[in-house]
């Protein structure tokens, strides 16, 4: 899985007055948790650029006060009208300990299905998973190659070795449907099946053990 490096700056104090003053200087309050303690710290909001304007999921080298973390993002609040980032939580990556990550879809190859007229849609953009930090790929990718009309792939179908998948096992991942009109390019029906909806859960969901500790809220 790729990393990235950010680095951020301690808050001093932590309340709704504080994260407004640090918003206006174009900083983004954070929290990091998962170790012995939670750590408020702030980001320059150009730093989310590099994770969240991406499909792509990263291991985060985190640096606060001169110490460095391993990390990744588990969630992010953003204002509803502007989309402006207000605040991210980050999850402490710990030796040995398993995370709970979304992992984006490849969908490759030709569905046999596409080329009698079906259109492919595609449902579910990632695929939540529980695993060691090394053993989580950047990708799960997963061949369309044998989908005929009417076939589709579901969670239950696709194995990845030393990670658990999170999602319902009869959860439809991607297929083949029967068109009403056929002739559409296989182009434009990946193109509309990209539009569906993500699966169950998403980049957010905390990590198992992590779900009762209190955070900041949004502040």
Same mark, same amino acid.
């Given at each position: 899985?790729?990393?990235?490096?950010?680095?951020?700056?301690? +808050?001093?104090?932590?309340?709704?007055?504080?994260?407004?003053?640090?918003?206006?200087?174009?900083?983004?309050?954070?929290?990091?948790?998962?170790?012995?303690?939670?750590?408020?710290?702030?980001l320059d909001d150009k730093e989310f650029s590099k994770i969240i304007f991406t499909p792509e999921v990263y291991i985060i080298n985190l640096k606060v006060d001169g110490k460095e973390h391993t990390a990744i993002l588990q969630d992010v609040q953003?204002?509803?009208?502007?989309? +402006?980032?207000?605040?991210?939580?980050?999850?402490?990556?710990?030796?040995?300990?398993?995370?709970?990550?979304?992992?984006?879809?490849?969908?490759e190859g030709a569905a046999p299905g596409?080329?009698?007229?079906?259109?492919? +849609?595609?449902?579910?953009?990632?695929?939540?998973?529980k695993g060691l930090v090394d053993d989580l790929p950047e990708q799960i990718v997963l061949s369309i190659s044998k989908l005929d009309l009417n076939d589709s792939?579901?969670?239950?179908?696709?194995?990845?070795?030393?990670?658990?998948?999170?999602?319902?096992?009869?959860?439809?991942?991607?297929?083949?449907?029967?068109?009403r009109g056929a002739g559409m390019g296989a182009s434009e029906e990946e193109e509309e099946g990209e539009e569906g909806a993500e699966g169950e859960g998403g980049e957010g969901a905390p990590a198992e053990g992590d779900g009762g500790e209190a955070k900041e809220g949004g502040e």
């Open positions: 899985m790729k990393t990235v490096s950010m680095s951020g700056s301690l +808050r001093e104090n932590v309340g709704k007055k504080d994260a407004k003053a640090h918003r206006r200087e174009g900083k983004i309050p954070c929290v990091l948790y998962g170790g012995k303690d939670q750590i408020h710290f702030t953003y204002h509803p009208l502007t989309d +402006r980032v207000l605040h991210a939580d980050f999850l402490q990556v710990l030796d040995g300990k398993p995370v709970v990550i979304g992992i984006p879809i490849k969908l596409v080329m009698k007229g079906g259109k492919l +849609r595609k449902k579910m953009r990632k695929l939540i998973v792939i579901k969670v239950k179908d696709v194995k990845v070795a030393n990670l658990e998948l999170l999602d319902n096992p009869n959860g439809e991942i991607a297929g083949v449907k029967t068109a």
